[in-house]
């Protein structure tokens, strides 16, 4: 069992920075692929971004891509999540999670473990 804690959300003005953290413990971190998903109000959860157990590949929404970065520390058993150029339209709680498939997927249905989620708004 996989357990995992995000942090780092807040609230940050439009075009500002903000990077999560994952840290995940109870299981063998560089053995998952993990995930960045995020739920806006009244929005379904969507896919942000993955990177593979290696971190050596790595898969973005088009609605992030050239603006945020995934990248993890397998030593530190964390997975991050940069996030520049924020925009309203990035406000949601953004959750990880944990893939122990080494097929690509953005289905959060296919990933096996989730954080809580953390909050992040976006205040023009």
């Known amino acids: 069992q996989v357990q995992l804690v995000e942090s780092g959300g807040g609230l940050v003005q439009t075009g500002g920075s903000l990077r999560l953290s994952c840290a995940a413990s109870?299981?063998?971190?560089?053995?998952?692929?993990m995930g960045w998903f995020r739920q806006g109000p009244g929005k379904e959860r969507e896919f942000v971004a993955r990177i593979s157990r290696s971190g050596g590949s790595t898969i973005y929404a088009d609605s992030v891509k050239g603006r945020f970065t995934i990248s993890r520390d397998n030593a530190k058993n964390t997975v991050f999540l940069q996030m520049n150029s924020l925009n309203a339209e990035d406000t949601a709680v953004y959750y990880c999670?944990?893939?122990?498939?080494?097929?690509?997927?953005?289905?959060?249905?296919?990933?096996?473990?989730w954080g809580q989620g953390t909050q992040v708004t976006v205040s023009s």
């Open positions: 999670a944990a893939d122990r498939s080494v097929v690509p997927t953005t289905t959060s249905a296919k990933y096996d473990y």
């Open positions: 109870g299981g063998t971190f560089s053995t998952y692929a």
